[in-house]
């Protein structure tokens, strides 16, 4: 093997375990390169989480949504979701960037989608769920020493807003619907908050459709060749 080839092979060894190290891969689907990325564990922010957390490091997942959507290759993103929450700001920041991609994306919830989970699995344009998910929406809540001023009950409504109006801009449920999940009491123990199965997920409008991997890789298929149809026609 000649020497450029042989740089060329551990170039891409090194690409495809920094793919798995990073939780995602680029499939091949009808003659489309559709990439799924999955978001899992906690979505890590501005503070480094315990090495035993299974964490979504914000700074991994936004560079690589700049090179999908400015990839000539990639057609579709498949997210999977299965997260407890972690950082609101993290975790918007990289919903408002999925719900402003030019790239087909859809989104399947596996497992859990909580807290600031929500916000990810409506951003894409297409949301899945298969039936033994669970999605849990409950208050904006902070971990440490929070300071009993006004100003700080301010800053949480004002947060809470900016997920309330995400929520309701990217999917089927109205915002004073919303709120009312995440205000509802004696359903979470010691805390305010709903917990919606896959069916009560669609059937509130949170979510667009149960279903699994298949069907959002058929959705995604076929908006791809949509798409191109319409490039093509003009």
Same mark, same amino acid.
């Given at each position: 093997?000649?020497?450029?080839?042989?740089?060329?092979?551990?170039?891409?060894?090194?690409?495809?375990?920094?793919?798995?190290?990073?939780?995602?891969?680029?499939?091949?689907?009808?003659?489309?390169?559709?990439?799924?990325?999955?978001?899992?564990?906690?979505?890590?922010?501005?503070?480094?989480?315990?090495?035993?957390?299974?964490?979504?490091?914000?700074?991994?997942?936004?560079?690589?949504?700049?090179?999908?959507?400015?990839?000539?290759?990639?057609?579709?993103?498949?997210?999977?979701?299965?997260?407890?929450?972690?950082?609101?700001?993290?975790?918007?920041?990289?919903?408002?960037?999925?719900?402003?991609?030019? /790239?087909? #994306?859809?989104?399947? %919830?596996?497992?859990? *989608?909580?807290?600031? $989970? !929500? @916000?990810?699995?409506? =951003?894409?344009?297409?949301?899945?769920?298969?039936?033994?998910? /669970?999605? #849990?929406?409950?208050? %904006?809540?902070?971990? *440490?020493?929070?300071? $009993? !001023? @006004?100003?700080?009950? =301010?800053?949480?409504?004002?947060?809470?807003?900016?997920?309330?109006?995400?929520?309701?801009?990217?999917?089927?449920?109205?915002?004073?619907?919303?709120?009312?999940?995440?205000?509802?009491?004696?359903?979470?123990?010691?805390?305010?908050?709903?917990?919606?199965?896959?069916?009560?997920?669609?059937?509130?409008?949170?979510?667009?459709?149960?279903?699994?991997?298949?069907?959002?890789?058929?959705?995604?298929?076929?908006?791809?060749?949509?798409?191109?149809?319409?490039?093509?026609?003009?």
């Amino acid at each position: 093997m000649s020497e450029e080839n042989e740089n060329q092979t551990k170039n891409e060894e090194n690409s495809a375990a920094s793919d798995f190290e990073t939780g995602s891969i680029t499939v091949e689907k009808d003659g489309h390169f559709i990439h799924c990325l999955t978001i899992i564990g906690q979505i890590e922010g501005h503070y480094i989480l315990p090495s035993q957390n299974k964490t979504t490091k914000y700074e991994h997942v936004i560079p690589q949504l700049v090179a999908i959507e400015e990839s000539k290759e990639i057609e579709g993103l498949l997210i999977i979701l299965n997260t407890v929450g972690g950082d609101v700001e993290a975790g918007l920041a990289i919903a408002e960037l999925l719900s402003t991609m030019k /790239t087909p #994306t859809a989104s399947l %919830v596996l497992g859990g *989608g909580h807290s600031i $989970g !929500v @916000p990810l699995a409506v =951003s894409c344009r297409k949301s899945f769920i298969v039936p033994s998910a /669970t999605m #849990t929406v409950h208050p %904006v809540r902070m971990n *440490g020493l929070v300071l $009993g !001023v @006004p100003q700080t009950l =301010s800053y949480f409504e004002k947060m809470q807003d900016r997920i309330v109006n995400f929520v309701e801009n990217n999917s089927g449920i109205s915002a004073d619907d919303f709120r009312a999940l995440m205000m509802k009491t004696g359903e979470l123990i010691m805390d305010v908050g709903t917990v919606l199965d896959g069916d009560g997920a669609v059937q509130c409008g949170l979510i667009d459709e149960l279903g699994g991997l298949s069907n959002a890789l058929d959705f995604l298929d076929k908006t791809i060749e949509e798409e191109n149809a319409e490039c093509s026609g003009q």
